[in-house]
């Protein structure tokens, strides 16, 4: 199964936030990402408008010629705007407003009859459904039984582990996203992944059977900064193929 790239690009949107004005347009780096091949663009609405704005949404969804992922916080409000915008998934991630970046994967286990509610609804409305999660077995079991049609894997723990870990750590990170794919996918359940992914790390979770698609922001837009967007894209594109079964 060939694996995609789904590029975040919140990461414009906090260049453009710095100033407070126009440029740059996330809605321009999605079009120039789709342009050198990606096969999705995501972005998440913070609760706090730090980086994504409405307005970004909503013009997404009317460029996006791939798949639009949107990630957000399970709440009424940003269900409501979602069932208004359409997009083509909803990526429900837990928020913290003092975090840097989603720190930890949302505790679906902790929440089940709220998330099954919410869930219910934007599939209701046509909208599949993600749940990122860390790899652990009461989250995956939790993710089918409040209906999610696909978990994200927070790969985090496997890129600290890939930088600063020793063997071990790396081993046990890297197999608990081999365990945790084969246990969702048993489930019915399809898997994605991301967080920390970068040019040197991601062909480990590139090469796991199962994984479909692997979210990718800073790492991309960083590189994009310095050499463009359409090679920093296709230099990914080529990192997670040479990766592949
Ligand atoms: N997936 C999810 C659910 C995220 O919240 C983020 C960060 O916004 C990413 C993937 C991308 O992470 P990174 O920017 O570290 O590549």
Do not use: W
């Amino acid at each position: 199964m060939a694996v995609k790239l789904g590029v975040n690009i919140d990461h414009i949107a906090t260049i453009r936030e710095a100033r407070k004005i126009r440029e740059p347009d996330p809605v321009a780096a999605a079009v120039l990402a789709e342009l050198a091949g990606c096969h999705g663009i995501t972005a998440h609405l913070r609760e706090d408008k730090r980086h994504i704005q409405d307005r970004d949404i909503r013009i997404l969804r009317g460029v996006t010629t791939t798949h639009l992922n949107m990630e957000m916080a399970p709440t009424q409000e940003m269900v409501q705007f979602a069932i208004d915008v359409q997009p083509d998934m909803v990526t429900l991630v837990p928020e913290n407003r003092k975090e840097i970046t989603t720190e930890g994967g949302l505790n679906v286990a902790a929440k089940i009859e709220d998330l099954s509610q919410v869930i219910t609804t934007l599939k209701n409305n046509d909208i599949a459904v993600s749940v990122f999660i860390d790899a652990e077995t009461d989250q995956v079991k939790a993710a089918r039984k409040v209906g999610a049609d696909f978990v994200e894997f927070h790969t985090g723990r496997f890129a600290n582990a890939f930088d600063m870990g020793t063997a071990q750590d790396l081993d046990r990170e890297f197999s608990a996203m081999q365990d945790m794919t084969v246990l969702a996918r048993k489930y019915g359940l399809r898997v994605n992944a991301g967080h920390g992914l970068n040019y040197r790390n991601v062909g480990y979770i590139a090469s796991i059977e199962g994984i479909e698609e692997l979210n990718i922001g800073h790492s991309i837009i960083g590189r994009a900064a310095l050499v463009g967007m359409d090679r920093a894209v296709k230099e990914m594109l080529d990192a997670i193929r040479r990766a592949e079964h």
